[in-house]
């Protein structure tokens, strides 16, 4: 079937819409960063590096590490991004560009968010990397699709009762790294965690500034919640969409953290530029030594 030229849009050059990407241009290792300004502090270690491109804030280097290819991009904030660059970045290897339709043979990419976050749990300290097993969605991204079947609903409805969640609130979602990349790269440099993906900075991670808070006690909740051992350990706002597109898309993700801020007891990282890139270099030594 033929995707028509409203659902596939692509630019004149026959470059993805948003992402202004041709086919040839992706690695099938990418990272994936929010800030476009960190497009470049993982680009700087590369052996070389073979193309620059970039469309808004989605700004995509793809070199060389080590001899393995990699592209790092930036998505921007917020899961509504990652809805953009997952799909696109699923279409630049996974559609046909010049039949504008799907390819029998699909290629799985492997997807690695590299991000900073706060912890809510105060064993959690500053500057350290976190590693997500598991992430919950508050953003509503994923039931746009059909998902169920990668959801875990017995964790989302006890979550709902123990937060009295307001049923003006979306529903939250809760799913799985993959667990094969996670595994390749934890150490004992890594602390593992279930990351709760939130739809904004402020009022949704509990933050007060002028604003009123519709729940006041949302983060000490959110810490409290506890089901069969797993525990919410870090805010931020997009590894849910990540996890979940990725699953139905068939690629392989995961997500690492520097942890730069603990709201338990408002401390933040006395150098965070350092912890980021000790980060940065960390992932790439760990994905080429697969």
Known sequence: MQLGASELILNPDKSIYHLNLLPEDIAHTVLVVGDQNRVPLV?????????????????????????????????????DNIDIVMNEIDA?????FDNRSVK????????????????????IKTDTFLLSEYAMGFDSV??????????????QLAFIDHMEWSVFK?????????????????????ALGFTATNVGFYGPQGRKLRLRLEDNDLNSKLASFVYQG????????????????????????ASLNCILANRT?????????????????????KITSF
């Open 43 to 79: 680009s700087k270690h590369f052996d070389h590096i073979d193309l620059k491109k970039g469309k808004r804030e989605f700004i995509t280097h793809t070199g060389s590490y080590k001899g393995q290819r990699i592209s790092v991009l930036s998505t921007g904030i917020g899961a």
């Open 92 to 96: 630049l290897v996974n559609i046909d």
């Open 104 to 123: 029998e043979e699909k290629t799985s990419l492997d997807i690695i968010r590299i991000g900073t976050s706060g912890s809510i749990q105060p064993h």
């Open 142 to 155: 994923l039931h746009y699709y059909d998902s169920e079947h990668i959801q875990y609903p017995e964790i």
């Open 170 to 190: 979306s529903i939250p979602y809760v799913v799985e790294s993959d667990a094969q990349l996670t595994e390749r790269l934890n150490s004992n440099e890594t």
């Open 230 to 253: 797993k525990q919410i350990t870090n805010l931020e706002m997009e590894t849910s969409a990540i996890f979940g597109l990725a699953k139905l898309m068939g690629h392989r993700a």
């Open 265 to 285: 007891n408002g401390s933040f990282s006395k150098n965070p530029s350092e912890t980021i890139d000790n980060l940065i270099k960390y992932t790439l030594d």
